[in-house]
């Protein structure tokens, strides 16, 4: 379902139900992600209006006020973000958006300012925000990749250390060279399947993960690997492709660590029955690991201060209010 057009629902819910504050923060998330910054802020502010103590709706409004043109906004929306992180440090994902912000805000805040001259004004800090990240530099001891010898464990997390410095081109060299001395290797098919998703090269991605999979089709390996890869496409919102590599999971344990995913793609495609099913599979009373992993899957449907024993009540009414 397009945003427009749930927008446009949720508008129509709000004519039947105009005191409903997780409707209006609903709709204040959908102007947000579409840029319209001042219809989310006074959406926020319906819902404050209606709960002012709402903490979802407090802070989602401060990251509002970071997107706007206004100097004041934008150090009240980070003030208050500020305290919030102080105040609830498990906020792991807002921490080190702020840390980010503070990057950006060093280097960038002069194009912030207002400008009467439309050609001259640069980009805004939502812009900046949405831009992707540089690639850090990072040294690699090519004689150590080269040597045929070297533990393979040790090449692996070369890779890894590639891919979190952002270091993509030194990352696809590695892989090259890796794959030419390991060709039967499926983690190197695997990481270079991962390395052209994160260049969004899905369709050359796609080959490499059948490779990976071909190789690992008599390993212990092979459910692990379908995970991840649903993860990738799960990331990049193709919600059908996700599906299609998570149902072929059979190790239960690997499954559990995805049903988190594997709910939000059914939201996503409006699978109710199976929505529901994997649902009701979820513990996030009892697993603090999968309560995270919850949130970062339905990110931006859940409010921040949403108990562990309200999560799938929650969860479970979200189907019917998204896909209405």
């Not at 090519?142 to 692996?156: A, G, H, M």
């Not at 001395?181 to 050359?204: Q, R, S, V």
């Amino acid at each position: 379902m397009k945003t427009k057009d749930t927008i446009k629902i949720l508008e129509q819910q709000l004519d039947e139900a105009p005191h409903s504050p997780q409707l209006w923060e609903d709709l204040a998330d959908l102007y947000l992600q579409r840029e319209q910054v001042d219809k989310a802020i006074d959406a926020y502010e319906f819902a404050l209006a209606i709960e002012p103590d709402r903490e979802s709706a407090l802070c989602k409004r401060s990251i509002a006020y970071l997107a706007t043109d206004n100097p004041a906004l934008h150090q009240k929306g980070k003030t208050y973000l500020e305290t919030y992180s102080r105040q609830h440090p498990e906020q792991t994902e807002l921490r080190d958006m702020l840390d980010r912000l503070n990057r950006l805000v060093d280097e960038s805040m002069p194009s912030f300012l207002p400008s009467d001259d439309k050609e001259t004004q640069e980009d805004s800090l939502l812009d900046v925000l949405h831009r992707p990240a540089e690639e850090e530099d990072f040294d690699i001891d090519w004689d150590l990749l080269r040597n045929p010898n070297t533990d393979f464990e040790t090449y692996i997390d070369i890779i890894d250390q590639l891919f979190e410095c952002r270091s993509y081109e030194k990352a696809r060299e590695a892989l090259d060279m890796l794959l030419a001395l390991h060709p039967e290797e499926a983690t190197l098919y695997l990481d270079y399947g991962i390395l052209l998703m994160l260049k969004d090269k899905e369709k050359e991605a796609e080959k490499y993960f059948d490779k990976a999979l071909l190789k690992a089709s008599h390993s212990e390996d092979l459910d692990f690997f379908l995970g991840e890869i649903g993860f990738q496409y799960f990331n990049k919102q193709y919600y059908l492709d996700a599906l299609d590599y998570y149902f072929r999971i059979r190790n239960p344990e690997e499954l559990h660590e995805h049903l988190p995913y594997i709910a939000d793609c059914c939201l996503e495609l409006n699978y109710p029955k199976l929505y529901k099913d994997y649902v009701l599979q979820l513990d996030p009373e009892n697993d603090d690991e999968q309560y995270k992993e919850i949130h970062r899957a339905f990110y931006g449907h859940l409010p921040l201060n949403l108990r562990p024993d309200e999560m799938k009540p929650f969860l479970l009414k979200l189907f019917d209010r998204y896909n209405s």
